[in-house]
C-alpha cells in the first residue's frame, strides 16, 4: 500500500479487517526507502473471541451409534458469563438429556456432553450455538450417519421386450435406493460403465488404468460419429487428465511402474502402461521421454531365450511355467506389438507361438492373434483364428487366467473381446462372426473385473465405430409394478416389500437399453455358496475409555489348492476409534499389506496374493477418541479380480 509512510523511526500505524476464526494469524510488512533501502518485517498475533465454543466428532457414524459428543466452551473476557447452550441437529436425531446452561469465571473453560442417537441414514449437519446476551458463537459440523448391515446391490440391463419379478426382503429404514436409465447412445452407456467401476475401490495402478483408459476409447468413438456430444467429450476428457496424472505417481525408481508405486516394478503392468500413454498421446500432452524410457525398461528385461523376466509377486511358482506365467508372457507381446514393435519382439513371439500354438486356452490364443497380425505373421493368424473360430462355433470357450490372475466367466468375456479385436483388424473378416462375437461380450455382470471392462469397451468401440447403425433407436416404456415411469419418476416410491415386477415395451420388440438398479442394507449378508476364502474380523476388547488402544485383528485364509491374485479387505472401523496413517504405512514397509486407502468410509487393505493352503493374518492398533457407543460397517474381503469369491463380516 503506497499510502502507508513510516515516521522517522521507522513505524507506522495501520489498521485491517482481520478474520473472526480463532486462531495465529502471520503479519508481513515489506517497504523501500526514499534511497532504495529494502526493508522486511514478520510479526505473529493470536486473534480470539471473548466466547468459544468448540466439539469434535467422528467423520461419519453408522445408523444406532451412540456417540456422546464433548462440546467445550471457554470464557476469554475478564468477567463471569453464563452461556446458554442451542443445537440444531436433523430431525431424524434423537437427543439426550443434556445441560443447556454453564457458567465460566473469566479464562475458565467447561463442557456439555451432548447425547444423541442416530436410527437413519442422514447426510446433513449438527449446528452448535453459545449465546450470552451480547454474544453468540455458532459452529457448523458436517454429520453423516450411514447405513448399518450389508449392502444389496442388483442390476439388469435390458434391450428386448422383457418382463421380469424380484423379491426385496425386510431392509433398514431409508436404506432402500433405486434408479433407472435409457441409453439412447453407446457412449452413454460405455461412460456408465466406467461410472461403476468407480463404486469399487481402485487403488492400484491396473485398476486407476481401468477407470480411466476406457475413456479413451470412448473419445475416439464420440470423434468418429461425426455429430460429437461435447458434455460427453468433455467429461472424457476431463477423466483422461486426471487419470493419467494419477497414474505417472506409480512409476518407479527402475523406470517402470507397480502395482502401488513401489519398486520392484511390474513388467506386466509396465506393458499395460506403454500401450495406454502410447494411446493417451494422441488426445493429450504424453512427454515422449516417458514412452522412450518405459519401452527401453521392458525390452532390457527380455531373457535372451524367448521370454521376459517377471519379478517375484508376479512370479509366484515360475518352475512350473502355468498358465499365468504364459498368459503374462503373451500379454507383454499383445501390448509391445500394439505400439508398434515388430522385429524387438520376433524371437519372443516365435517361441510363445511354438509352444502355445495347440493350446485350449482362448485366452492365449486371443492374445497371439492379434500379435500373429500386428508383426505380419499371416499364416499363424490364420491358423489361430480358424482353431478360435471352430471353438466359438462349438461354444467350448475356456479361459483359465489373464495377465492380472483373474478367473471365471469375465476371462471368457475378455478372451471373446481380444478375439473380436483380431477379426476386426483385418478387413475381410466374417462379419457374422464378428457381430455373434460382439454380442457374447456385450452383456452386462455386476462383477466385472476392472481389466475385462477395458478389453470389451475397447472392443465394441472399434465395433460401432464401423457398424454405428446396429444399435436399435426404438424408445422403450418402462412399467414398475404397473406404473409407467418418466424422465422424472421417482422409482424406489413404487418399491415394496416383497415380490416387485418390472416390465419393459419396445415398439418393434427392442431398442434403446435400459439399465435398472437397486440396493438395500440388511443384517443377512450376501451368500457365496461356494466359498473359497475364509475372513473374520475381532477386535480385543468390546469396552474402552478415551486414550485407551484397541487392536483388530483381521485374517483372511485360502483352504484350496488354487493360488489366489490380488486380495482386498474392506474394513468399517467403528466410529468411535481413529488410527494413526503412520501405522499403517509402517505395516506397509514391513510387507504385512500391500497398500492401503480410504475408500467410501471403509479402511481398504491389499495384498498382492494369497497362495494355496496359505492365510493372512495383520493387526490394526486403533485407538478410542470419542465418546459413546459404536458399531462399525459390515466388513468384505474378496479376490479382486475374481469378485465372486468373497466373504462378509458382521461390523
Known amino acids: 500500500?503506497?499510502?502507508?509512510?513510516?515516521?522517522?523511526?521507522?513505524?507506522?500505524?495501520?489498521?485491517?479487517?482481520?478474520?473472526?476464526?480463532?486462531?495465529?494469524?502471520?503479519?508481513?510488512?515489506?517497504?523501500?526507502?526514499?534511497?532504495?533501502?529494502?526493508?522486511?518485517?514478520?510479526?505473529?498475533?493470536?486473534?480470539?473471541?471473548?466466547?468459544?465454543?468448540?466439539?469434535?466428532?467422528?467423520?461419519?457414524?453408522?445408523?444406532?451409534?451412540?456417540?456422546?459428543?464433548?462440546?467445550?466452551?471457554?470464557?476469554?473476557?475478564?468477567?463471569?458469563?453464563?452461556?446458554?447452550?442451542?443445537?440444531?441437529?436433523?430431525?431424524?436425531?434423537?437427543?439426550?438429556?443434556?445441560?443447556?446452561?454453564?457458567?465460566?469465571?473469566?479464562?475458565?473453560?467447561?463442557?456439555?456432553?451432548?447425547?444423541?442417537?442416530?436410527?437413519?441414514?442422514?447426510?446433513?449437519?449438527?449446528?452448535?450455538?453459545?449465546?450470552?446476551?451480547?454474544?453468540?458463537?455458532?459452529?457448523?459440523?458436517?454429520?453423516?450417519?450411514?447405513?448399518?448391515?450389508?449392502?444389496?446391490?442388483?442390476?439388469?440391463?435390458?434391450?428386448?421386450?422383457?418382463?421380469?419379478?424380484?423379491?426385496?426382503?425386510?431392509?433398514?429404514?431409508?436404506?432402500?435406493?433405486?434408479?433407472?436409465?435409457?441409453?439412447?447412445?453407446?457412449?452413454?452407456?460405455?461412460?456408465?460403465?466406467?461410472?461403476?467401476?468407480?463404486?469399487?475401490?481402485?487403488?492400484?495402478?491396473?485398476?486407476?488404468?481401468?477407470?480411466?483408459?476406457?475413456?479413451?476409447?470412448?473419445?475416439?468413438?464420440?470423434?468418429?460419429?461425426?455429430?460429437?456430444?461435447?458434455?460427453?467429450?468433455?467429461?472424457?476428457?476431463?477423466?483422461?487428465?486426471?487419470?493419467?496424472?494419477?497414474?505417472?505417481?506409480?512409476?518407479?525408481?527402475?523406470?517402470?511402474?507397480?502395482?502401488?508405486?513401489?519398486?520392484?516394478?511390474?513388467?506386466?503392468?509396465?506393458?499395460?502402461?506403454?500401450?495406454e500413454f502410447n494411446d493417451l498421446k494422441n488426445v493429450l500432452p504424453v512427454n515422449p521421454a516417458l514412452l522412450e524410457r518405459t519401452a527401453k525398461f521392458i525390452l532390457s528385461k527380455k531373457d535372451g531365450k524367448g521370454k521376459f523376466l517377471l519379478n517375484n509377486y508376479e512370479e509366484q511358482d515360475q518352475s512350473s511355467k502355468n498358465t499365468y506365467y504364459w498368459s503374462q508372457q503373451a500379454y507383454i507381446l499383445y501390448a509391445l506389438s500394439e505400439v508398434g514393435m515388430k522385429s524387438e519382439i520376433m524371437k519372443e513371439y516365435q517361441h510363445l507361438y511354438q509352444i502355445h500354438q495347440y493350446s485350449d486356452d482362448f485366452y492365449l490364443l486371443s492374445l497371439m492373434s492379434n500379435i500373429a497380425f500386428q508383426l505380419d505373421k499371416t499364416k499363424d493368424y490364420e491358423f489361430l483364428v480358424n482353431r478360435m473360430q471352430e471353438k466359438f462355433n462349438k461354444n467350448i470357450v475356456q479361459a483359465e487366467t489373464n495377465f492380472m490372475q483373474g478367473r471365471g466367466n469375465d476371462i471368457k468375456r475378455e478372451a471373446l473381446a481380444l478375439f473380436a479385436l483380431a477379426l476386426m483388424k483385418k478387413n475381410d473378416s466374417n462379419k457374422n462372426l464378428i457381430f455373434n462375437v460382439i454380442n457374447s461380450v456385450n452383456m452386462q455382470n455386476s462383477y466385472e473385473s476392472t481389466q475385462t471392462l477395458v478389453i470389451r469397451l475397447k472392443a465394441l468401440t472399434e465395433f460401432y465405430k464401423t457398424n454405428p447403425n446396429v444399435m436399435k433407436t426404438a424408445e422403450p416404456k418402462v412399467f414398475l409394478n404397473d406404473i409407467e415411469l418418466k424422465s422424472t419418476s421417482k422409482t424406489t416410491n413404487f418399491l415394496k416389500k416383497g415380490n416387485n415386477e418390472l416390465r419393459v415395451k419396445y415398439p418393434e420388440e427392442n431398442g434403446f437399453p435400459v439399465l435398472f438398479k437397486y440396493q438395500f442394507n440388511n443384517l443377512i449378508p450376501e451368500k457365496n455358496p461356494n466359498p473359497e476364502l475364509y475372513f473374520t474380523t475381532t477386535l480385543d476388547k468390546n469396552t474402552a475409555k478415551i486414550g485407551d488402544n484397541v487392536r483388530m485383528t483381521i485374517k483372511i485364509e485360502n483352504p484350496t489348492q488354487k493360488n489366489f491374485g490380488m486380495i482386498t479387505a474392506k474394513i468399517g472401523i467403528p466410529a468411535g476409534l481413529t488410527m494413526d496413517p503412520k501405522n499403517l504405512k509402517a505395516m506397509m514397509d514391513r510387507k504385512e499389506i500391500a497398500y492401503f486407502e480410504i475408500f467410501d468410509n471403509y479402511l481398504v487393505l491389499y495384498w498382492y496374493n494369497l497362495n494355496a493352503k496359505k492365510n493372512i493374518e495383520v493387526h490394526l492398533d486403533t485407538k478410542a477418541e470419542f465418546a459413546g457407543k459404536y458399531t462399525g460397517k459390515a466388513n468384505h474381503a474378496f479376490e479382486y479380480y475374481f469378485q465372486q469369491n468373497f466373504q462378509w463380516t458382521d461390523g
Open 1 to 275: 500500500n503506497p499510502t502507508i509512510q513510516t515516521d522517522k523511526n521507522g513505524k507506522a500505524k495501520v489498521e485491517f479487517y482481520n478474520s473472526d476464526a480463532n486462531t495465529t494469524f502471520r503479519a508481513i510488512a515489506e517497504g523501500i526507502s526514499k534511497n532504495g533501502l529494502l526493508g522486511r518485517e514478520e510479526k505473529t498475533y493470536s486473534a480470539q473471541s471473548t466466547l468459544q465454543i468448540d466439539a469434535k466428532i467422528p467423520p461419519y457414524l453408522t445408523q444406532g451409534d451412540e456417540p456422546k459428543i464433548a462440546v467445550v466452551f471457554r470464557n476469554n473476557s475478564d468477567q463471569n458469563k453464563t452461556i446458554e447452550f442451542n443445537k440444531i441437529v436433523p430431525n431424524s436425531l434423537k437427543m439426550g438429556i443434556s445441560d443447556s446452561l454453564i457458567t465460566l469465571k473469566p479464562k475458565e473453560s467447561g463442557r456439555i456432553i451432548l447425547p444423541l442417537t442416530g436410527n437413519k441414514v442422514v447426510k446433513s449437519n449438527l449446528q452448535l450455538i453459545a449465546e450470552t446476551d451480547t454474544e453468540k458463537e455458532r459452529q457448523i459440523l458436517p454429520f453423516t450417519i450411514e447405513p448399518k448391515g450389508f449392502i444389496h446391490q442388483f442390476e439388469y440391463l435390458i434391450s428386448k421386450d422383457s418382463a421380469m419379478t424380484f423379491t426385496i426382503p425386510e431392509y433398514f429404514d431409508e436404506s432402500l435406493s433405486s434408479d433407472y436409465q435409457i441409453f439412447r447412445n453407446t457412449a452413454s452407456q460405455m461412460l456408465d460403465d466406467v461410472e461403476r467401476l468407480k463404486r469399487k475401490p481402485y487403488g492400484c495402478f491396473e485398476q486407476t488404468s481401468s477407470t480411466t483408459y476406457p475413456n479413451y476409447f470412448i473419445l475416439k468413438y464420440l470423434q468418429t460419429k461425426g455429430n460429437i456430444d461435447n458434455n460427453e467429450a468433455k467429461e472424457a476428457v476431463s477423466l483422461l487428465k486426471t487419470g493419467f496424472e494419477r497414474l505417472l505417481t506409480f512409476e518407479t525408481k527402475d523406470k517402470g511402474f507397480s502395482l502401488f508405486g513401489s519398486s520392484p516394478p511390474s513388467i506386466t503392468l509396465t506393458a499395460y502402461g506403454l500401450m
